[in-house]
């Protein structure tokens, strides 16, 4: 009796959550990829108000996306570097709002990556000096969404994008070199060493 035929296991899509962190609004975007393909899985924002403390709106955010990493389970949370602002209370209103997204995904034990804005841009757009609304809508032609998309979210899900593109592009720079181990590779190299 011949055993039964082995059926190509597809690969397992794993889920990647961007944070875009504000002070006041917090976008997050879950992808998923599978080869070169893109799956559009979730997005939204966590908003908070103006009137509250800066404490409180920290607290809002960080159960924000506590939930989100509940509901979803990435393996990898995706996020943008902190940038120089001119304004350093905004400078440090958005520092204080990355580091409860780093807390968030530190205390779930899921890996992060930080990006700069220039790598999310040439990432998703190609283009490193690429405006918010080049981002939204090559975010939107890339997971074929349909609608209008929030910058926050777009640049959530920007993050996440990126971070696959990265993670593909190193695959494939780390497979250069690699000695092939087919029979036919073999063959191959060993035939043309008797030529030498």
């Known amino acids: 009796m011949s055993p039964a035929p082995k059926t190509a296991q597809r ?7 961007g944070i875009d962190p504000g002070s006041l609004v917090t976008g997050w975007g879950v992808i998923e990829a599978e080869g070169n393909r893109l799956y559009y899985t979730a997005h939204g924002i966590i908003a908070t108000s103006p009137a509250l ?26 996020l943008e570097k902190v940038f120089f602002s001119r304004n350093v209370q905004s400078a440090l209103k958005l520092g204080q709002a990355r580091g409860i997204a780093m807390l968030a995904a530190a205390e779930s034990e899921i890996p992060l990556f930080e990006y700069s804005a220039t ?13 918010k609304e080049q981002i939204q809508k090559m975010v939107t032609a890339l997971l074929s969404l349909r609608g209008a998309l929030r910058t926050d979210a777009a640049d959530a899900l920007a993050a996440a994008i990126c971070h696959i593109h990265r993670r593909t592009y ?6 250069i070199g690699k000695p092939r181990t087919t029979k036919s590779s073999w063959r191959d190299y060993a035939a043309a060493a008797t030529k030498r």
């Not at 690969?11 to 959550?17: C, G, Q, S, V, Y």
């Not at 841009?121 to 283009?127: D, F, R």
């Not at 190193?170 to 497979?175: L, N, P």
Request: hydrophobic share 40%; proline share 4%.
């Open 119 to 131: 790598e999310i841009k040439l990432g998703v757009v190609g283009y490193g000096h690429a405006t």
């Open 11 to 17: 690969p397992k899509r794993e889920a990647i959550l």
């Open 170 to 175: 190193q695959a494939r720079i780390g497979e």
């Open 53 to 78: 403390a800066q404490a409180e709106r920290l607290k809002q955010i960080y159960r924000g996306i506590q939930e989100v990493i509940r509901c979803y389970r990435p393996v990898v949370v995706s």
